[in-house]
């Protein structure tokens, strides 16, 4: 990447300020709606092994205007102050968009994950938490962490915990960070949720076949192929039920280790298999390898769709003109920088960003946080009540018709809903609702691009409930 080129933040600003051209919102709105409400810079420090070990971190809460305010926690030493910012403020876009009622927030603790024992790793958690509790930034009403890069339930599970030594009688206290083991208040259908989502939005961008017929594409998500960059949860979610639920063909892998491609297809289940029992992806059987220096060819491989499922800026000035797939499907948080994005537009590809893309994790973290509210599991008391509904009507045919329905079928007709049903059901309505409301505003406003409609969209939610707020005329 060019060291003249804009940040991760500037780029984020740029996309915003490119979006209010088309709204007709007053300039002191867009202002509030625009800066990052708190900013929480904290260093503190952690015994490891004999050394003390200061490490610095942070808590951005973008937007206020609905609380708490959501967002990841990531662990990586790329971490400051300006990503967090940049990513504090894509959570308040994306859970508008997704009428999720959170404002956006993003904590970043400045360590390599890998470099650090399970126990040291718990202790900086442990610390990271009390320091946010000690300021009040963290509750259940305040502010929700989750899990972003470098971190999942595990330190969720932590989070809680360390929460719940503070807050003792708080009835709610599980509510106060999402993506929790399920067996320590959390749902199921988490792990896999921003990665299903992403399938979700892929699948109904490739069912509208006008978008299709413009790329050279045939209607319909099944038979496409697709190349990913990343296998860490997003990414290899993604692959998984885009293969397994789309029948789409994966010819491409990136990771840390390199990168592969098979144009034949690679079976996902296997690969990650294969990864667990080699320590790498390269020399996949039947597949062309290219090393850690080549990594990035990921990117540029043919393909209709590549979903960038790693870190920001991944795509660049330098190798977007040589980005082949006609759909780029954006599961991380900025992995295209804003130059990147002007070529791959004037080349006309199909870009969905990130900002509905891979809002996934955090409409089931809302479903978490429901659930923890409501201190019962989703399905529970319906469940058996619809099961006997359906079942009495399947007799009720049977005995009008006197045709029997055999018991295969009758189970899977007869049946209530349980908590995943549920959770992939609000899911799959949330990312369709979001992909059309974002196109509708993208054909109604004549926009070029799925990123600005997007922005559009947020804008104007969040302009909306200042109005009804009362703090603006
Ligand atoms: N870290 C995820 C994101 O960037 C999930 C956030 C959440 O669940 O609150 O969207």
Known sequence: MSSSAPNFFQSVQSYFDKATKFTDIDAGILQQIKVCNAVYRLNFPVKIGNEVKVIEAYRVQHS????????????????????VMALATL?????????????????????????????????????????????????????????????????????????????????????????????????????????RGVYFGIREACSVAEDMQKLGLKPGIGGKTMAVQGLGNVGSYTAMISQDEGDVKIVGIGEVEGAIYKESGIDIHDLIRFRKETGSILNYPGAISFGKEEREKVLEFECDILVPAALENAIHADNAPRVKAKIIAEAANGPLTAEAEKILLEKGKLILPDLFLNAGGVTVSYFEWLKNLSHTRFGRLEKRFNQRTYDNLISYIEKTTQKKVDDFERTLIARGADEIDLVRSGLEETMINAYHSVRDIKLSKGINDYRTASFVCAIEKIADDYSALGIFP
């Open 91 to 195: 959570m308040t876009y994306k859970c508008a968009i997704v009428d999720v009622p959170f404002g956006g927030a993003k904590g970043g603790v400045k360590i390599n994950p890998w470099d650090y024992t399970e126990e040291e790793l718990e202790r900086i958690t442990r610390r990271y938490t009390s320091e946010l509790v000690k300021r009040n930034f963290i509750g259940p009403a305040i502010d929700v962490p989750a899990p972003d890069y470098g971190t999942g339930p595990r330190e969720m599970a932590w989070i809680y915990d360390t929460y719940r030594t503070f807050k003792d009688n708080e009835i709610d206290a599980a509510g106060c960070v999402t993506g929790k083991p399920v067996s320590q208040n959390g749902i199921v259908g988490r792990t896999e949720a921003t990665g």
């Open 64 to 83: 206020h205007h609905r609380l708490p305010t959501k967002g990841g926690i990531r662990y990586s030493m790329h971490v400051n102050q300006d990503e």
